[in-house]
């Protein structure tokens, strides 16, 4: 899998405390991307400096709001036929493209791939408000852009995040994924850890988050019902 096939998009707004990592985890990989590119939402904080202090990383300024935005933002910047993302404040484990590169490349018919995440809290910080502790057992497979690799055309064939949605644009961007037909692959390994603490944005206003996550579901499900009456 050649290098020069995959971007990287990570959104960032105010987050110096572990942009830092979250950069070098990304650069550091066996297979490192062609390109990385943050997208910073105003940041107020050290955020832009950190970014622009590493060689390799492309650093934009956010030209609207929220992270659905961003994303796209950081999409439509990119060249790469492979697209991954990461949050700020969470980091890839070694061999996370590699593996995941390898797996596409193998398997053209899959839309792309997902690895297994591991949920942490910030060590001396409480959870989020509403956090189920038992999701810090064990790793998940769940459908995240973190752990995600995904080909460019699943962008032309489903569209891109909702910018509607302000918290669980991801959510509703996977169901269509789903309902679309397209195939993602599973890998065995972790390879994100997911931090937790109190300014999670999907814990910062549980009942939008809640509301939302009510609406994508229904949304799939109006979409599969009429998939079948056609």
């Known amino acids: 899998m050649s290098v020069h096939e995959i971007s990287v998009i990570l959104p960032v707004k105010n987050g110096e405390r572990f942009l830092g990592e979250a950069i070098e985890s990304i650069l550091e990989q066996s297979l490192p991307p062609a390109e990385l590119i943050v ?25 609207g709001d929220g992270l659905s935005q961003a994303w796209n933002q950081g999409v439509r910047a990119s060249s790469g036929e492979l697209i991954g993302f990461l949050d700020g404040d969470d980091y890839w484990l070694p061999g996370n493209l590699e593996a995941q590169a390898r797996l596409l490349e193998e398997k053209p018919e899959l839309a792309g791939s997902l690895g297994r995440a591991k949920f942490v809290l910030v060590p001396g910080e409480p959870p989020p408000p509403g956090f189920r502790m038992n999701l810090l057992e064990g790793d998940h497979i769940g459908p995240m852009p973190g752990n995600a690799l995904v080909r460019r055309d699943v962008f032309e064939s489903i569209g891109y995040f909702d910018e509607d949605y302000r918290l669980a644009a991801d959510v509703d961007w996977f169901a269509r994924i789903k309902d679309a037909g397209l195939e993602l692959g599973a890998l065995p390994d972790v390879v994100l850890i997911k931090r937790f603490h109190a300014s999670n944005l999907s814990h910062s206003v549980p009942d939008t988050y809640h509301r939302e996550l009510v609406r994508a579901l229904r949304e799939s499900a109006a979409r599969q019902r009429s998939a079948e009456e056609s």
């Open 39 to 63: 997208v910073d939402g105003n940041s107020t904080d050290r955020s832009p400096e950190i970014a622009g202090s590493y060689d390799g990383v492309t650093l934009i300024a956010q030209e």
